[in-house]
Nanobody
Framework: QVQLVESGGGLVQAGGSLRLSCAASGLTFSNYGMGWFRQAPGKEREFVAVVTWIGSGTSYADSVKGRFTISRDNAKNTVYLQMNSLKPEDTAVYYC????????????????WGQGTQVTVSS
């Protein structure tokens, strides 16, 4: 059974930092591109970042470029999202997702999803 478990969310002031983690089990982690998405109340789930399943290439949404960094540790079956210079508009539930041998930047491209972790940025 595949499980993706996010952690590291919380409440932070604008300008602060958080590091999200997503621990994967039940799959061959190195075969999956890993993405982060977020969903704010009343809005659609949107792409944040993805790291490729081979070579660790990355891609980011324009809204987070230069502030967020995605990385993966295949030995720990974990993907991270380092979030710096946080803004109130970054407030959302953050989800990690796994895409078999892919690096999709859209919701429907992913095979497995975590349950999400809340990030709240106060002004």
């Amino acid at each position: 059974q595949v499980q993706l478990v996010e952690s590291g969310g919380g409440l932070v002031q604008a300008g602060g930092s958080l590091r999200l983690s997503c621990a994967a089990s039940g799959l061959t982690f190195s075969n999956y591109g890993m993405g982060w998405f977020r969903q704010a109340p009343g809005k659609e789930r949107e792409f944040v970042a993805v790291v490729t399943w081979i070579g660790s290439g990355t891609s980011y949404a324009d809204s987070v470029k230069g502030r967020f960094t995605i990385s993966r540790d295949n030995a720990k079956n974990t993907v991270y999202l380092q979030m710096n210079s946080l803004k109130p508009e970054d407030t959302a539930v953050y989800y990690c997702a796994a895409d078999y041998r892919g690096t999709a930047t859209y919701y429907s491209g992913y095979d497995y999803w975590g349950q999400g972790t809340q990030v709240t940025v106060s002004s």
